[in-house]
């Protein structure tokens, strides 16, 4: 099971490096290991929210001189930062390590990824998306196949978000039909960004349902942010098909990987002690 969580946030920092020109992460990555510290203190989702918005700002402080994150950190870093009414897709990849925590638990999955993505923005449908993406790093861990998630997303959103849910049916569809990225492209063009993410991360690990590689070399590709994508695309197979398929070459390069590691095993540790439902 450790191995799990290791392979889902080894995964995750994987994608996010390979869409940077220095190879290294990203936001998306560091952000990522906010909430899976947060999480591992096992508190209620409004604590949790608090904690979580404490350590973003703590972070801001640190990284406002650093080119890859100097926008969003100089932004958690101000001492009256309220959520954005507009934000990226970076809280989508965020959420990940809350479907691994609550892998047993889909009530709680879905309460401390609005918790996650709350502090990020105040968009809704960003927020629902930031849920679906959690959701999918559950059905990923639990070894639901790949081909049920648009089906069982779709079901969650219902009602909730039609725009989501259109964009998970149409990719779906678009996988089934033909797997071809340009098309998809032209598609994905037509949503906001956290759809957007949601979708293409869907789009790659359906196409690909069983080669990281692969479906980590389409994330790349797409035209919109592409290194949110990855990061819930490596995170979902990584979960999903365990260390061994993460390549060598991409492990052994990777940066700090073994603070990776560590959160990955912390997370293990909180997780064990969260209730099944």
């Given at each position: ?125 960003s927020q629902c998306c930031a849920v679906a993406s959690a959701l999918m790093g559950l059905y990923a861990f639990l070894d639901v196949p790949v081909g049920l998630w648009g089906n069982e997303l779709t ?123």
């Open positions: 099971m450790l191995e799990k969580f290791q392979a889902a946030m080894l995964g995750l920092a994987v994608g996010d490096s390979m869409c940077r020109t220095d190879g290294k992460w990203s936001e998306e990555t560091q952000i990522a290991l906010i909430v899976s510290r947060c999480l591992s203190l096992n508190t209620s989702s409004e604590e949790y929210e608090k904690y979580f918005s404490m350590e973003l700002a703590e972070w801001g402080k640190t990284q406002e001189k650093d080119s890859r994150n100097a926008d969003l950190a100089t932004y958690f870093a101000a001492e009256s930062a309220s959520p954005l009414e507009n934000d990226s897709t970076c809280q989508v990849a965020f959420s990940m390590p809350v479907g691994f925590y609550f892998h047993k638990n889909i009530p709680k999955t879905i309460d401390f990824a609005r918790s996650t993505a709350a502090v990020i923005t105040n968009e809704s449908s079901s969650f959103v219902k009602g909730i978000d039609n725009d989501l849910m259109e964009g998970i049916q149409a990719t779906t569809l678009l996988c089934a039909k033909h797997k071809k990225i340009d098309d998809f492209n032209k598609y994905l063009s037509g949503f906001n960004p956290a759809i957007a993410t949601v979708c293409g991360a869907l789009f790659c690990c359906m196409s690909y349902p069983n080669s990281i590689d692969k479906a980590l070399e389409t994330a790349v590709k797409m035209p919109i942010d592409n290194d949110a994508i990855a990061s819930v695309v490596g995170s979902c197979m990584g979960a999903k098909m365990g260390l061994k398929a993460i390549s060598e070459e991409k492990i052994t390069h990777l940066e700090n990987k073994q603070l990776v590691l560590d959160a990955a095993t912390e997370l293990f540790s909180g997780s064990k002690t969260t209730e099944a439902v």
